[in-house]
Structures are given as C-alpha cells and as structure tokens.
C-alpha cells in the first residue's frame, strides 16, 4: 500500500451537484433578470458557466471563508453570511468577465434572490420527494 487514498463517489452526490448547478442557474438567471446591473449578454450559456462557477466556489471557496471568518459571523449573528454571499456572487463576476456584477450593492441583492431561488426550490424539490414515499 502506498498510503494514497481512493476517492469514491456514491450514486447521489452527482445527482446533487447537477440540482444545485440548476438551482443557481435558475437563481443567476432570476438575480440578473431582476437586476439591471447584472449583465449575462443574455445567453444562457454564459448563465450556465456562470452557475457552474458559482457552484464551484460555493463548494471549495465558501467554506474556507467561513471558517476565517466565523468571529465576524458569531458577532452578527449570521448577518454576515450575507457578506460572504455576495463575495462568491463577485468573485465569479470577476472569474468570468461575460458575467458582469456591477458593485457590492448588486452582489447583495444577487446573493439574496440566489437564496430565495433556491431555498423556494430545495423545499418544494424536498417536500415532492417526501410525499412519494
């Protein structure tokens, strides 16, 4: 044995990502259609890329941040999770130049609609799943 460690994917995870993917997509999509300082070039595409690196940082980014800054959120009282939203909604402006967010003020707003999207979602996606059992 070379002390290496074997990954394994279970069956649900890659099920989950893609929801997740669709949910931010859907989220992206809604933020900037609300927003008019959020430009996509209007090609889905670019939502998709987009929802995609948001995904990514949300899973590998986000959490570190968190844990930095987990005095800053114990102080507030979760307030500023908010705060870190809107930095991941930035920094995939700034990953992805055809995805343009204008502003932190933009980035908040956008971090707020991605939540309701996909908060409304997972419950409604959850609630179905239970009902069918």
């Known amino acids: 044995m070379d002390g290496s460690k074997t990954v394994y994917f279970s069956k649900g995870h890659a099920p989950r ?5 669709l949910f931010n997509a859907l ?8 927003s008019t300082s ?4 209007d090609s889905l595409l670019v939502i998709v ?12 980014i986000r959490p570190v ?10 102080l507030t009282l979760g307030l500023f999770m908010l705060v870190i939203n809107a930095l991941m909604v930035l920094l995939v402006s700034a990953l992805y130049p055809p995805f343009v967010v204008s502003g932190f003020g933009s980035a908040v707003v956008a971090a ?3 939540w309701i999207v996909n908060y409304g979602l997972s419950m409604f ?6 009902e069918t059992r």
């Open 49 to 60: 890329v987009a929802a995609l690196l948001f995904s990514v940082v949300n899973a590998v």
């Open 125 to 130: 996606f959850e609630r179905s799943t239970l």
């Open 27 to 34: 989220g992206i999509w809604v933020a900037a259609r609300l």
């Open 17 to 21: 990502f893609v929801t997740r993917l």
């Open 65 to 74: 941040v968190v844990v930095l800054t987990l005095p800053a959120i114990l």
């Open 38 to 41: 959020i430009t996509y070039d």
């Open 112 to 114: 707020i609609i991605i």
